[in-house]
C-alpha cells in the first residue's frame, strides 16, 4: 500500500471520528469542578474496612491464581494440538481458528455467560478467567514449540534418545523460558482482569467497587481503590522479577 | 575383520535432482576418512545416510555390521554406536556444559531415571572422562550460551565422546572455526578416536587439513565418488579435477 493511501485513510478516520462522534466539548469546562468534588468526597478513604478489603483482594488473586493453573493444563494439551510442526494442517488449523474465536469474546462477556450457567461466586469468575486466558495461552505455547531449533532435537536422536527424552533434554529446554515467561505475563493480565470481574457477579474485589459507588461512599471506594493499586503494582514488581530471570 | 562401513551402489535423490549417484564405499575399522568436496557434492547427504538419518534411498548400507534399511529407523541400540559432531555443534543453549555432553548419555540409559536427571555413575564417569579429553572441565558448570564458539565446537566433540560410539561421524566439524582453531579441532577428534581405536569419517573441503589428518580421501562431485585414495597420494590434479573440473581449461582461475 502506498504511502498516500496510507496518510488518506488516517485523516479520514479521524476526521470521520470527530464529526460524527457527538463528543460535546460544551461539557468540558464544568468537568474539572466536578471532578474535584467526586475526588473531595473520596478522601480521608476510610481504612476501617481492610478486613473486607482484603477478603476481597484474596477472592480476586484465587481466581486469577486458579483461572492461571487450570488455563496452563488445558493450553498444555491444545499447544500440542495447535503446532504445525507435530501436527497436520487438518488439525492445528481448526484448533487455532477455535483459540481464536476464545480470544475474540471478551472476558466480561464470558463472565456473565458462566454467572447465568452456575450461579454467583468465584466459581464462574475462575471458569472465566480460565476459558479466556487459554485462548491466548494455548496460542503461546504452540509458538514456543513451533519456534524450537531442531538441530538440537536432531542431535539427540542420532545419540540415541527416545521421543521422551528429546521433548525433555532438547525440547523443553528451549522453550521453557517463554512458557514461563508467557504464564506470568497471562497471570498478571488474569489478575487485573479478574478485578472487575465482581461487577458483574462473578466474585471477587469488583462487587466492592461497585457496591460502594453506587451506594455513594467513595471515601470506602477509595480505600478499595489504593489497595487495587498496591496489588497491581506488587505483580508487576514480582512479574518484572521473574520475566527476568526466565529470559 | 568385517568392515565399519560398506556401502553398495547408493543413490538419492532430492528435489529431482541426484545427490548421491551409485555411491560405493567400504571403510575399514579405526580408519580416519574425508569426505572432500564443494558444496552441494553429497558428502552431508552420505553422513546422513550412514546416521539413519536419509529417507528414500537406493542400493544397499551396512554400518558396524548392521545393514541400514530405507525408511526404517535404526534402534536406540545401533544408535549409540555412532556418534555424530554436528556443522553447527547442535547444542541446547540454555543448558549447561556438562548437562550437553550427559545428553551424549541419553541412549544408554533408562528412560524414565534420565528425565529427573538422575544419572549412573557409569554416565558421570563418561561424561567427566569426555570434558577432561576435549579439556573442558572446568567449563563443565557454565551455560553453553556463555562460551565462545571454538568451545562450543569442544562440547559437540565431547558430547559425541561420551557416547562412547564405535564410529564418530562429523558434518564440516571445522568450517565454522579459523585455521588455527580449525586444525587443533582435527587433531582432538583424529587423536581421541586413534586413541579409542574407532574410526571416522568426516566431510570438509580444505584439501590441506584433510590430508593432514586423514588416513584415506574420498572425492565427491556433483552425487559422485571421483576418487578414493589414500592421503598421501592426492595430488593438484586432485583436487583442481574436484573442484574446477567444470571449469573451461579444468585449471585454477587466477584473480588478479
Known sequence: MSRIVIWVSLAVAILWSLTTADIGLGKLPGAGVRLADFLGRMLPPDLSIWPEVLNGLAETLRIAILGTLFSVILSSGLAVLASENLMPPAIWRPVRAVLAVIRAIPLILVAMLMVGAVGLGPLPGILAVTFHATGMLAKFYAEAIDNVASAPVAALESAGANTVQRLRWAIWPQMAPVVLRDTVFRFELNLRESLILGIVGAGGIGLYIQTYVRSFQYEKAATVTLAIIVLVLLSELINGALRKRFS | ?256
Open chain 2, 1 to 256: 575383520m568385517s568392515a565399519t562401513v560398506a556401502l553398495s551402489n547408493i543413490s538419492h535423490q532430492f528435489d529431482g535432482i541426484a545427490a548421491l549417484q551409485d555411491v560405493s564405499l567400504t571403510v575399514k575399522p579405526g580408519e580416519i576418512v574425508v569426505l572432500l568436496g564443494a558444496s552441494g557434492a553429497g558428502k552431508s547427504t552420505l553422513l546422513s545416510l550412514l546416521d539413519g538419518r536419509l529417507d528414500e534411498w537406493q542400493g544397499q548400507a551396512e554400518v558396524l555390521g548392521s545393514k541400514l534399511s530405507e525408511g526404517t529407523a535404526p534402534t536406540r541400540q545401533k544408535r549409540t554406536e555412532v556418534g555424530f559432531i554436528f556443522q553447527e555443534f547442535a547444542l541446547v543453549d540454555r543448558l549447561s556444559v556438562y548437562q550437553n555432553v550427559m545428553n551424549g548419555r541419553l541412549g544408554h540409559m533408562r528412560v524414565w531415571q534420565s528425565l529427573w536427571g538422575r544419572f549412573d555413575e557409569r554416565d558421570h564417569m563418561a561424561v567427566s572422562a569426555a570434558l577432561r579429553d576435549t579439556g573442558l572441565a572446568d567449563l563443565a558448570r557454565r551455560r553453553t550460551d556463555q562460551i565462545s564458539g571454538g568451545q562450543r565446537q569442544r562440547v559437540a566433540i565431547a558430547r559425541c565422546l561420551a557416547q562412547e560410539p564405535k564410529l564418530i561421524l562429523a558434518d564440516e566439524p571445522v568450517s565454522n572455526l579459523d585455521p588455527a582453531h580449525a586444525e587443533k579441532i582435527l587433531a582432538l577428534i583424529t587423536g581421541q578416536a586413534r586413541k579409542r581405536g574407532i574410526g571416522v569419517i568426516f566431510s570438509s573441503h580444505q584439501p590441506e587439513l584433510s590430508q593432514r589428518f586423514a588416513d584415506r580421501i574420498v572425492g565427491l562431485r556433483q552425487g559422485e565418488i571421483l576418487f578414493d585414495s589414500p592421503a598421501g597420494q592426492i595430488t593438484q590434479d586432485h583436487i583442481k579435477q574436484l573442484y574446477y573440473g567444470d571449469t573451461p581449461g579444468g585449471g585454477l582461475r587466477v584473480v588478479s
